[in-house]
């Protein structure tokens, strides 16, 4: 069964989706934070726990250099026991942060290693992590998409490399549409995180193919007309 996490740092939105489609967990990052206008990580992430209580928090660390990771991914670790510290695979200059994940994962700090794109990369992680420590791999397989490339045989792959480890999750990250949600469980991916916004379509009541078209016919329609259009 794939597990539906929300991935935003809104907290309203957050309460909403707890409230009304009992959300699996919660992601973010610093680009997320930094577009609702956050100030504090900690304090922000703190209310966040606060709300999800039980679930898991993905948070990642906005540093590039490694002590500066290690640091970082510490003091949050110690924030909760339902944080998941997010570590990119490779850092700015694309180098494999092996002994970052390496050192963490032996230290028994949950990760979710983020920003995944290719069979390369995970075969790399299946190489330094344990099979105790919990994992997260989360492949973004909206950007791949946006790529020209179907994301689904990265997943099933994924799948199958890390069969032997009980301790990862393969999470299908970026999604872009609803379609994803139902690729994402076709691939028995464990884990998907999704925006608000698509997660109410997500659970939305589906339309009829037909009586969509003419809804989207009247549309068409209507707006020409409000339009006042002439030819």
């Known amino acids: 069964m794939t597990k539906l996490y929300c991935d935003t740092s809104n907290l309203n939105d957050i309460k909403y989706c707890i409230k009304n489609y009992n959300i699996d967990g919660v992601t973010t990052n610093p680009s997320i934070m930094r577009k609702e206008g956050v100030k504090n990580y900690k304090d922000h992430c703190a209310k966040i726990l606060k709300l999800i209580k039980q679930k898991p928090l993905s948070v990642e660390v906005f540093a590039d250099k490694n002590n500066e990771i290690i640091k970082q991914a510490l003091i949050i670790s110690k924030w909760s026991k339902n944080i998941y510290v997010k570590v990119p695979v490779i850092n700015t200059k694309g180098i494999f ?135």
């Open 97 to 231: 942060l092996k002994d970052i994940i390496k050192n963490l994962n032996n230290r028994e700090i949950k990760l979710n290693i983020t920003a995944v794109f290719t069979i390369s990369q995970l075969l790399k992680i299946r190489r330094v992590i344990n099979k105790n420590t919990p994992v997260i791999v989360s492949i973004f397989s909206g950007r791949i998409a946006d790529n020209g490339i179907n994301p689904e045989p990265i997943i099933i792959k994924a799948k199958k490399i890390f069969k032997n480890f009980k301790n990862v999750k393969i999470l299908w990250a970026s999604v872009r549409e609803v379609y994803n949600f139902y690729q994402a469980k076709k691939t028995k991916c464990d884990i998907i995180t999704v925006p608000p916004s698509l997660i109410k379509k997500i659970k939305s009541k589906k339309i009829k193919l037909n009586n969509y078209s003419i809804i989207t016919v009247k549309q068409f329609f209507e707006d020409g007309k409000e339009a006042n259009f002439r030819l």
